[in-house]
């Protein structure tokens, strides 16, 4: 799965990369239907209430699709026209339990 190619975000424009390439702070571009080999957090989504749904057979075997949602703050940042963040965008999470 790393080998397998990805697309980021660089300075407004999409770029073509290997999964195995992608570096903490990459902001990918996931299309419908096509795998990742990522830890994602969700910035927005084509649907206006950020909504999502991602299959996690790969990780647990469950083919079932899993509702996920954009995080609010930067549901006003996401425009489908122009994927572009000019701001940073700082994540703070405690240790996973």
């Known amino acids: 799965m790393n080998s397998s190619g990805c697309t980021i975000l ?3 424009k999409e770029k073509q990369i290997t999964c195995a390439d992608v570096q903490v702070g990459d902001l990918m571009v996931v299309k419908e239907n ?3 080999s ?3 957090v969700v910035l927005g989504t084509s649907l206006g209430n950020g909504a999502c749904f991602i299959e996690t057979s790969s ?3 469950e083919k079932n699709l899993k509702p996920k949602s954009a995080i609010p703050e930067t549901l ?3 425009n489908l026209d122009d994927l572009r963040i000019d701001d940073d965008i700082i994540f703070e999470a ?3 339990t």
Request: net charge negative; glycine share 16%.
């Open 10 to 12: 660089v300075d407004g």
């Open 38 to 40: 990522a830890d994602l």
């Open 59 to 61: 990780l647990d075997g």
């Open 76 to 78: 006003p940042y996401y």
């Open 34 to 36: 096509e795998p990742f």
């Open 94 to 96: 405690g240790r996973p």
